[in-house]
Structures are given as structure tokens and as C-alpha cells.
């Protein structure tokens, strides 16, 4: 491996701003901040989503028609509104 042109794999701490979960794992991505987890100060990640607050991972997901089209698309096929 040729030395010193690989970034710096390290612990990171993630978190997720919607939610508050925080995990730790390896990244190499670089970032000013600072944060302490289990008595360790890591590099932070703020998240706007993760899977922790993503609508399709916690069964939470939300149909988002301003124009109606679902209502038509159901109203010519049928199909009830779930």
C-alpha cells in the first residue's frame, strides 16, 4: 500500500438530528466537530435522515399529493385509500 495517500480511518459518532440516535462506526470522512460518546470524544456526523427516522425503514410512510393524482389514479381503478 503506498503511504500517504489514503485518508485516515478512524471512529466516528453519527447522529441523527431528526431522531437523537447516535452510533459509532469507521469512517473516513472529515469533520470539525466534536462530540463525546461512552466516555470517548469523537469526530461528529449530523444526519438530517438515517434509517433510524426514514419514513420507508420505520413503517411510517406518507403519500404526498398536492395535485390529487392518487385520488384520480384510485377513483379510475377502484382502488381503495389505505
Known amino acids: 500500500m503506498k503511504t500517504g495517500i489514503h485518508p485516515e480511518y478512524r471512529r466516528v ?3 441523527d438530528s431528526a431522531t437523537g440516535d447516535r ?5 473516513t ?3 470539525s466537530d466534536k ?4 466516555g470517548e470524544e ?14 420507508f425503514w420505520t ?6 399529493d398536492t395535485e390529487g393524482r392518487m385520488d384520480r389514479f384510485r377513483r379510475r381503478y377502484g382502488l381503495k385509500k389505505n
Open 29 to 31: 470522512i472529515r469533520t
Open 42 to 55: 469523537l469526530p461528529v456526523v449530523r444526519l438530517e435522515i438515517s434509517s433510524h427516522s426514514h419514513p
Open 23 to 27: 452510533w459509532v462506526t469507521y469512517s
Open 35 to 38: 462530540g463525546e460518546f461512552e
Open 59 to 64: 413503517g411510517q410512510a406518507r403519500e404526498v
Open 13 to 15: 459518532l453519527f447522529v
